[in-house]
């Protein structure tokens, strides 16, 4: 996937603790964070799998763009 580098994110201070986003990463586009990192479900060769990755401020590949989960959980 083309990581755009000019494309407005969501900065990590400004996230919410278990709430679903929509995102530009390697690996999915739809993730959870968990407060240190974010969590998803990665396709690769025929298997799905959880994978993690950091968010983009921190050297990952993580650009949230929108939250998908509000209300409390």
Same mark, same amino acid.
């Given at each position: 996937m083309?990581?755009?580098?000019?494309?407005?994110? !969501?900065?990590?201070d400004?996230? !919410?603790?278990?709430?679903?986003?929509y995102?530009?990463?390697?690996?999915?586009e739809?993730?959870?964070?968990? *407060?240190s990192?974010? !969590?998803?479900?990665?396709?690769?060769f *025929?298997n799905?799998?959880?994978?993690?990755d950091q968010?983009?401020?921190? *050297?990952?590949?993580v650009?949230?763009l929108a !939250?998908?989960?509000?209300?409390?959980?």
């Amino acid at each position: 996937m083309y990581m755009n580098t000019r494309v407005q994110y !969501i900065k990590k201070d400004d996230l !919410i603790n278990d709430r679903e986003y929509y995102c530009l990463s390697r690996n999915f586009e739809i993730c959870t964070w968990d *407060g240190s990192t974010f !969590i998803g479900e990665r396709y690769k060769f *025929g298997n799905t799998f959880l994978c993690e990755d950091q968010h983009w401020d921190e *050297g990952g590949t993580v650009k949230p763009l929108a !939250i998908l989960s509000i209300g409390d959980k």
